[in-house]
């Protein structure tokens, strides 16, 4: 398709992108577009260095390759450099979305559908300011490069969020419900579940008290070990933060023992989700990459470049926010598998605990920290009342080896809204999630 220059490697990254986006506060409407846009992004490689173009215009691709080319000093071993021979070879093409495409759904059956849902939001006194959003994104890629690739491939997402604020007495909380899928089925399933989750922060807002601090036995939802494992664990398995960094090599040796037995954690691009990437922006094909597994770290996540620096294989993990980017390395689905036991099995010998529902954030590389939405007692083996924590906060290490287990339940979440940020790139979609995880102690404010 495009001429390539002999003694270079070379790949292009095509991407046609429609999107569209529905912003609705106390039903006043804010914002309700639709864009879509094409682009390319070219990379050049020598052997010593990077060449990179992007560009709006995919009619001028030849010409910016040849211009490119042009600054490059020609290798004619190229294919015997570590970097290119980490750069696979795939043709494919397959489309996931092509009888379910949000581009053939009108921007008005979207609001239309969103405007459902405002009735429950008005029926709550409480609620003193509610929005609403729905979003989606189809993106179709084509990658072609030197050593033959020829891929075209589809993704998308499809979401809706709402949030609001409560108001009871002294008390303020805000809370958030955010359904994301990767087909347009969502709201035909969701609204019991937003009538559920209303309820409930209504009846924390009611009922919660204030935790005494201290050290407690912590239980984790899907979704806050979810949080966890991508901010405490999945960036420190982006393997660029180890190149040139002999101590980090050490430390981060695979095969050393870095948690629990029970606890295996893996990042997945193959699973269905916001972190859906069958082919990452390398063109290398996603896998199924153990970073931890039984306790012991296993792997971590690469490009072609830390791969070769590393002497380890690609995993599928290069990734860039859209055109306009080279792609770094990047987590797409990140979370814990799943154990054995019921919830009520993972708590029934709790004495005093807490279990965590919903958070509004968490952050941590080494300490990581947890700021609580809606959390409860564990007394006696059972969920009891609401209480309200400021923050949960531990030692990365210290607690991914006090994991005592993990339930059977499991949940693979995607946020329709915002995303993973890292370098200028962001909000970069990404999965994340897992099963209840009990974690022996945690400080608990």
């Known amino acids: 398709m495009y001429k390539f ?8 990254r095509i991407e046609n992108t429609f999107e569209s986006n529905i912003e609705v ?13 094409s682009g390319a992004f070219i990379r050049i490689f020598d052997g010593k260095k990077w060449f990179y173009s992007s560009l709006n215009d995919i009619s001028k691709i030849q010409e910016e390759i040849d211009s490119l080319s042009k600054l490059a000093s020609k290798d004619m071993n190229i294919n015997d450099n570590p970097i290119v021979k980490k750069l696979q070879s795939n043709r494919e093409k397959i489309s996931f979305y092509k009888d379910n495409s949000v581009r053939d759904i009108s921007i008005e059956k979207k609001l239309s559908d969103l405007s459902s849902c405002f009735e429950i939001l008005k029926s709550y006194g409480l609620i003193t300011l509610w929005k609403a959003n729905y979003m989606d994104l189809n993106i179709h890629k084509e990658f072609y490069s030197s050593k033959e690739s020829n891929l075209s491939f589809d993704y998308q997402k499809v979401g809706f969020r709402f949030g609001w604020n409560l108001s009871f007495k002294d008390e303020k909380l805000s809370e958030i419900f955010d359904g994301s899928d990767n087909f347009y089925s969502i709201m035909s399933f969701k609204k019991d ?24 036995t912590v239980v984790l939802s899907p979704l806050a070990a979810g949080i966890f494992a991508h901010e405490s664990f999945g960036h420190k398995s982006e393997a660029d933060f180890m190149i040139g960094d002999e101590k980090m090599k050490k430390e981060w040796k695979l095969g050393k023992k870095v948690g629990s037995s029970i606890l295996s954690i893996v990042d997945d691009g193959n699973e269905k989700g916001n972190g859906f990437v069958p082919f990452d922006d ?12 039984n306790g012991i770290l296993s792997g971590r996540l690469h490009s072609s470049t830390t791969a070769a620096d590393l002497e380890e294989e690609t995993t599928g993990n290069a990734r860039a926010l859209d055109f306009e980017y080279e792609p770094i390395v990047r987590m797409t689905n990140t979370y814990i598998e799943p154990g054995k036991l019921s919830f009520e099995e993972l708590i029934s010998d709790i004495k005093e605990g807490i279990f965590i529902d919903s958070i509004s954030h968490g952050s941590g590389m080494s300490t990581f920290t947890m700021a609580p939405n809606m959390s409860y007692l564990i007394k006696d083996g059972k969920i009891a009342e609401p209480v309200k924590i400021s923050v949960v906060t531990g030692n990365v290490f210290e607690t991914l080896n006090l ?11 995607s946020f329709s809204m915002g995303g993973c940020g890292k370098l200028e790139q962001m909000p970069l979609p990404v999965g994340f999630g897992g099963p209840y995880v009990r974690v022996k102690e945690l400080n608990v404010q």
């Not at 506060?25 to 846009?37: A, F, G, S, V």
């Not at 390398?282 to 597994?293: C, D, P, Q, S, V």
């Open 282 to 293: 390398e063109g290398n094909r996603a896998h199924k990459t153990y970073l931890i597994k």
């Open 403 to 413: 994991i005592e287990n993990v339930s059977k339940e499991f949940k693979l979440l």
């Open 193 to 216: 579940d937003l009538i559920k989750k209303i309820d409930q922060s209504i009846d924390f807002i009611k009922n919660s008290k204030n935790i005494k601090p201290g050290k407690y």
């Open 25 to 37: 506060t106390n039903e006043r409407l804010d914002n309700m577009k639709e864009n879509d846009y």
């Open 5 to 12: 220059h002999d003694g270079l490697y070379t790949d292009v």
